[in-house]
C-alpha cells in the first residue's frame, strides 16, 4: 500500500510543471520624481526627435552588481546617474549591449521602465566555440512619466551576464 501511495504520489509531482517566477533587479536607486512636473508622454515618435552622441561610456555590467542574472529576469536602471543620459530631455538612448556567460541560447528585450516586456529581441546570444560575447547597437525607448524611478529595462530568457554601454540619445 505504501509502495502504491509513493508511486502515486511520484507521479503526480512529476507531472505538475516547474513554476518560474520573474524577478525584477535594480542597478541603483529609483529617481525622486516628487514636486517634478512632466508632460505625460506617450510612445516615442521617432520621426521627429534629434540624436546627440556621447562619450561611450559603460552604464553597468551585470557582473558587477548581481554576479549572475538569471533567465526570466528583469533589470532596471537609471541612465542618468550611472552613464549622463539625461533625464527627462532624452525619449530614448542608442546602447550597444553585449551577453557572455550565456548557459544556452536565449534573448534579450530592451523597453522602457513600466513597459511591457516586448516579444521581439534586441540580442539573441547562444554558446558559440571560440566566441566570448556577442553584441549590438540598438536603440530603445526611455520612461517618460512620472512613475520613472528608472529609465530602461532589460529582461533575459536565459541566465547570462551582459553589459550596457551608452553611445548617444534621441531627444
Not at 18 to 31: D, K, M, S
Not at 92 to 113: D, K, P
Not at 147 to 158: E, K, L, Q, V
Request: a negative charge.
Amino acid at each position: 500500500m505504501k509502495k502504491l501511495f509513493l508511486i502515486g504520489l511520484l507521479a503526480a509531482i512529476l507531472m505538475i510543471p516547474a513554476v518560474v517566477t520573474a524577478q525584477e533587479l535594480f542597478v541603483n536607486e529609483p529617481r525622486d520624481t516628487q514636486g517634478i512636473e512632466l508632460e505625460q508622454q506617450g510612445p516615442v515618435n521617432w520621426s521627429f526627435l534629434q540624436y546627440q552622441t556621447v562619450a561611450p561610456n559603460r552604464c553597468f555590467d551585470t557582473r558587477d552588481v548581481f554576479g549572475i542574472v538569471f533567465g526570466g529576469t528583469t533589470v532596471s536602471a537609471r541612465l542618468d546617474t550611472l552613464c549622463n543620459i539625461p533625464w527627462p530631455t532624452a525619449k530614448a538612448v542608442h546602447i550597444y549591449i553585449a551577453a557572455f556567460n550565456e548557459t544556452g541560447a536565449g534573448n534579450l528585450r530592451g523597453f522602457a521602465y513600466n513597459d511591457p516586456i516586448p516579444g521581439a529581441a534586441i540580442l539573441n546570444y547562444g554558446q558559440i566555440p571560440g566566441l566570448f560575447a556577442i553584441g549590438n547597437a540598438v536603440n530603445v525607448p526611455l520612461c517618460g512619466t512620472l512613475a520613472c524611478s528608472f529609465d530602461i529595462s532589460i529582461w533575459n530568457s536565459r541566465t547570462c551576464n551582459y553589459t550596457v554601454d551608452a553611445l548617444g540619445f534621441f531627444f
